[in-house]
């Protein structure tokens, strides 16, 4: 008879079917503790859903507080090994949701959103229970138990019925630790990517100020920096989609700049929808692109070595003359005195808007282009160091995520 209940993914020196509990047989559900809008932000530490949220361990932080007394102190406690579920969200994915507590929380107790299970017996390893609900099999069993109305909710009755595949004690330590190890590199990397971003964010601060200046070859500073508007170094490019010639359709959001329309929309663009394409406007190399009603987040673009796109008419194009390096106008345009610029320069009622007219007396210093080019190099160097960890990070993930599908069962 052929072993069912085994993961596809095992460590050689285990063997043998998983055995298939109840959670309810495994352990006790209690729901949080509600309580009035005036009991709030003062008291004792409180565990909210967005402590939760996104996370899969809890150590001690700065929680909110809540006016708990004894009684509530004792009921609600959080103990090492406890973990939180989601009981309602607004968004389905989020419900069921959980997190691990790391160690005894005194005197902290837990929101009405969040439904507490702690362990009757020793059947699960400490660490396995970071990951064993976080499974596929699993996400989708307590999915389906779920309900809908204005939240996606899940009640511990059903937490109760769904099943769990447990291994032995020793092989739960191993798949946990082994986990773990990812887990560790991945913060590691994490945290790699963000004081690299803070470096970065710090030094253009300093560059932009001038108080960090580059040298030529012979160590001599390049000259003075010169005030001018957008108009001196740009031009407003127009040109429309007259032929309507099918060309690949692109968007602009405030993360990656130009992205292709079909990778924003879930996989459909314009074409697909049948829109009327010939207004939109043909992008070529090197162009810069902006919504004038989402500059003000930063939703703008440089094509780059894109040619003979079309992005909608709503979009605001130019280009820039040989005063200015395009990298350098590229990095500026992140930084917060152009952020404030805008802010400055839009116009509008309920919503705001910055078009070109406005856009082009917006003004800017501008070092020597030789400094233009260092500054450009050097910002975009940190860009190409950060994109790296990132890669990383995902592919981390990505690891990580194929492991919780195929080491389970």
Not at 227 to 233: A, G, I, P
Not at 322 to 335: A, K, P, R, S
Not at 357 to 365: D, L, R, V
């Amino acid at each position: 008879m052929s072993e069912v209940n085994v993961p596809k993914l095992r460590f050689r020196e285990f063997e043998g079917e998983w055995v298939e509990k109840r959670l309810g047989d495994l352990g006790y559900f209690k729901n949080g503790l509600n309580k009035s809008k005036k009991d709030f932000g003062h008291g004792f530490p409180f565990v909210n859903l967005m402590d939760v949220f996104g996370k899969s361990t809890i150590l001690e932080n700065n929680f909110g507080l809540v006016n708990a007394n004894k009684k509530d102190l004792e009921l609600y406690t959080l103990k090492k090994g406890d973990v939180l579920f989601i009981r309602s969200s607004v968004k389905k994915e989020g419900v069921g949701e959980t997190a691990l507590i790391l160690n005894d929380l005194a005197h902290t107790t837990y929101s009405g959103f969040l439904i507490r299970f702690r362990d009757k017996n020793d059947d699960f390893d400490f660490l396995y229970k970071r990951y064993c609900f976080k499974t596929k099999r699993f996400r989708n069993s307590l999915l389906s138990l779920s309900t809908t109305s204005a939240n996606t909710n899940i009640n511990q009755e059903s937490l109760s019925l769904l099943k769990i595949y447990l291994p032995q004690k020793t092989e739960q330590q191993k798949i946990a630790n082994f986990l773990t190890s990812i887990d560790q590199k991945i913060e590691q990397l994490t945290k790699k990517e963000k004081l690299l971003v803070a470096y970065k964010k710090g030094v253009m601060q300093k560059i932009f100020s001038q108080e960090i200046r580059f040298r030529d070859e012979n160590g001599e500073v390049y000259g003075d920096w010169v005030e001018r508007k957008f108009k001196n170094v740009t031009y407003n490019v127009s040109k429309k989609n007259k032929q309507n010639i099918p060309f690949p359709i692109y968007s602009i959001n405030n993360k990656e700049g130009f992205v292709p329309q079909s990778t924003q929309f879930d996989g459909v663009d314009s074409n697909d929808r049948g829109y009327d394409i010939s207004l939109y406007k043909i992008v070529q190399e090197k162009t810069f692109a902006y919504n004038p009603a989402r500059i003000n987040v930063g939703s703008i673009g440089y094509s780059g070595n894109l040619n003979n796109i079309i992005i909608s008419s709503l979009y605001v194009c130019f280009k820039t003359n040989e005063d200015i390096n395009d990298i350098f106008l590229t990095q500026y345009l992140t930084t917060y005195s152009f952020t404030k610029d805008v802010l400055r320069n839009v116009e509008g009622g309920v919503r705001e808007y910055l078009f070109y007219a406005n856009f082009s007396n917006i003004k800017i210093n501008l070092p020597p282009l030789a400094e233009q080019t260092k500054i450009a190099n050097f910002l975009s160097s940190i860009d190409k160091k950060i994109e790296q960890l990132n890669r990383q990070i995902e592919e981390s993930k990505g690891f990580k995520k194929g492991l919780l599908q195929g080491m389970f069962v």
